[in-house]
């Protein structure tokens, strides 16, 4: 159940991070939530406790949305 949790919270996560990241994003709304997922189920497994897990992974879903972002904005010529 705990990574059901994880999975579940980090799509929730995923679209929080496009909500708070304004502007228009160069990928798609699944690519998001994927981040998001990801970023809570690697905060998972570092973390035994659900709550340090959502604690650490959230704003790490919002920074990577972020940096994934501006990666694709300007990609390197």
Same mark, same amino acid.
Do not use: D, Q, R, T
């Given at each position: 159940m705990y990574w059901v949790w994880l999975i579940v919270v980090g799509?929730?996560?995923g679209v929080l991070g496009r909500l708070l990241h304004p502007g228009r994003?160069?990928?798609g709304?699944?690519?998001t939530?994927?981040?998001g997922i990801v970023s809570l189920v690697v %905060?998972?497994?570092v973390f035994s406790s659900f709550w340090w897990a959502a604690?650490?992974?959230i704003p790490v879903a919002v920074l990577l949305v972020t940096l994934f972002s501006r990666e694709t904005e300007?990609? %390197?010529v």
């Open positions: 799509a929730v996560v994003e160069p990928f709304f699944f690519v939530i994927l981040i %905060a998972g497994i604690l650490v992974g300007h990609p %390197a």
